[in-house]
């Protein structure tokens, strides 16, 4: 069975062992204990990213025999094209959680690369590697979307 690519790529928090933070009525947002809990969570998600890589190539290996029947070779090939695609993903993925552990080191983790505001608690829990807040995301979404339909025209 091909690792699911949801499962790797958007794990929730449950799935990496790691509970939701509480925080205090007190405490400030990305406090040294919150971004500690950052960095549990972004290198949980690496982690889990390695090994779940190592284990599509060890599928690929094992997978690779030739069979006869065009049928089969042809749905192989659709799984073979999957994981490649998946795999490209988690680079990329990979790449997103180097830049937030760089973030969190120079202390810039959590805010709004665009409008600076903080991006939030949960939505960080549900997304570690997120840069924009959820408003600048949803503009973002909608422009990319009018370019997508522009260019079709
Ligand atoms: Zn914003």
């Given at each position: 069975m091909v690792a699911k690519e949801k499962d790797i790529l958007e794990p929730s928090l449950e799935v990496l062992g790691i509970s939701p933070y509480k925080q205090k009525k007190t405490e400030e947002y990305m406090s040294s204990k919150m971004q500690e809990h950052f960095k549990s969570i972004l290198m949980a998600l690496r982690q889990r990213i390695l090994e779940g890589g190592d284990k599509i190539v060890t599928h690929m290996k094992e997978e690779a025999i030739n069979y006869p029947d065009p049928n089969d070779r042809a749905s192989q090939e659709e799984d073979f094209r999957l994981e490649l695609r998946t795999r490209d993903r988690e680079r990329k993925l990979l790449k997103k959680i180097e830049e937030s552990l760089e973030l969190l080191r120079e202390k810039d983790y959590g805010y709004c690369e665009v409008c600076g505001v903080e991006i939030g608690l949960r939505r960080l829990e549900a997304r570690?590697?997120?840069?924009?807040?959820i408003d600048c995301k949803t503009l973002d979404e909608i422009k990319e979307k009018q370019q997508k339909q522009e260019e079709e025209y």
């Open positions: 570690p590697t997120a840069t924009l807040c």
